[in-house]
């Protein structure tokens, strides 16, 4: 979504430079219209009413949104395949490269059907580890980093774990495939 608001809000600083009634339209624009305020939908209403280009921008933001509503991967490509042509088809320039863009990651966005994952829960995923490694200061080996990372991101069965005592005496354990020293 980042990469369509980013070119509908190339769109309205264009326009803003023919039209300067579009003023103070951004976040009415780029909002999603259930989040909108009282005075965003009343600047929305005037944008529908004078600005053909933002419009069109505005329609094919709000369409792409349809996406994540898409019951299976099948019709997603369906339709993400229908709404790239209506990009290019618009003659906006930021929406046309937006629409370049999609098609360039094109299995990546479909891939939200089957994983149903987004970037922000990578993203939290990502920030856990970190905060893990900085808290350990380091490691002595890499399968020790990789078991943490395990025990902190995955959801593993500890109830079936083996715990073994080494010659050197000291105590190791196995969680799944991945040992841990």
Same mark, same amino acid.
């Given at each position: 979504?980042?990469?369509?608001?980013?070119?509908?809000?190339?769109?309205?600083?264009?326009?803003?430079?023919?039209?300067?009634?579009?003023?103070?339209?951004?976040?009415?624009?780029?909002?999603?219209?259930?989040?909108?305020?009282?005075?965003?939908?009343?600047?929305?209403?005037?944008?529908?009413?004078?600005?053909?280009?933002?419009?069109?921008?505005?329609?094919?933001?709000?369409?792409?949104?349809?996406? /994540? @509503?898409?019951? %299976?991967?099948?019709?997603?490509?369906?339709? =993400?395949? *229908?709404?790239? &042509?209506?990009?290019?088809?618009?003659?906006?320039?930021?929406?046309?490269?937006?629409?370049?863009?999609?098609?360039?990651?094109?299995?990546?966005?479909?891939?939200?059907?089957?994983?149903?994952?987004?970037?922000?829960?990578?993203?939290?995923?990502?920030?856990?580890?970190?905060?893990?490694?900085?808290?350990?200061?380091? /490691? @002595?080996?890499? %399968?020790?980093?990789?078991?943490?990372?395990? =025990?902190? *991101?995955?959801? &593993?069965?500890?109830?079936?774990?083996?715990?073994?005592?080494?010659?050197?005496?000291?105590?190791?354990?196995?969680?799944?495939?991945?040992?841990?020293?």
């Amino acid at each position: 979504m980042k990469i369509i608001t980013g070119a509908v809000d190339a769109v309205r600083r264009s326009e803003w430079r023919k039209d300067k009634t579009v003023k103070g339209s951004r976040y009415a624009l780029l909002k999603n219209p259930e989040n909108l305020t009282a005075r965003q939908e009343a600047a929305l209403v005037e944008i529908v009413t004078r600005n053909a280009p933002l419009v069109e921008a505005y329609r094919l933001k709000e369409t792409f949104r349809d996406l /994540y @509503r898409q019951p %299976d991967w099948t019709s997603a490509r369906g339709f =993400l395949k *229908a709404w790239v &042509l209506a990009a290019r088809r618009s003659g906006l320039e930021p929406m046309m490269k937006a629409a370049e863009t999609i098609k360039a990651h094109w299995h990546g966005v479909l891939r939200w059907h089957a994983t149903k994952i987004s970037n922000r829960i990578m993203d939290g995923l990502t920030s856990l580890i970190q905060a893990a490694k900085r808290k350990a200061r380091g /490691y @002595r080996n890499h %399968d020790a980093f990789i078991c943490l990372a395990y =025990l902190i *991101a995955g959801k &593993l069965e500890l109830g079936t774990h083996e715990v073994t005592q080494s010659l050197k005496g000291s105590a190791s354990f196995r969680v799944g495939t991945c040992r841990c020293p």
